[in-house]
Nanobody, 120 residues
């Protein structure tokens, strides 16, 4: 089983910054894409940022220019630097990995989520 454990998050004022980190562990064979999704109350889960194993990134339009994702393939970690935070960024942020285990087909894995609240 592949486990994803997030850290970071919390309460921040509008215009502030936060950093989220996620570490993957377990019987990992390969991780193809890692990244972050978020879900606000009453809304569907949406993509925030993803990074392929080759370093290609994909960002939601709403976070472009404010959020930056990075990944360490050797350590199986992914980080999201969030700047100029807005109240509408308030959500539970989930770490995501498209990965395969030893003797197990490729599939999606999710962390338990970490709360980010942007409020004055």
């Amino acid at each position: 089983q592949v486990q994803l454990v997030e850290s970071g998050g919390g309460l921040v004022q509008p215009g502030g910054s936060l950093r989220l980190s996620c570490a993957a562990s377990g019987s990992i064979f390969s991780i193809y894409t890692m990244g972050w999704y978020r879900q606000a109350p009453g809304k569907r889960r949406e993509l925030v940022a993803t990074i392929t194993s080759g370093g290609s990134t994909n960002y939601a339009d709403s976070v472009k220019g404010r959020f930056t994702g990075s990944r360490d393939n050797a350590k199986n970690t992914v980080t999201l630097h969030m700047n100029s935070l807005k109240p509408e960024d308030t959500a539970v942020y989930y770490c995501y990995a498209d990965a395969s285990e030893l003797h197990v087909s490729r599939r999606d894995y999710w962390g338990r989520g970490t709360q980010v609240t942007v409020s004055s």
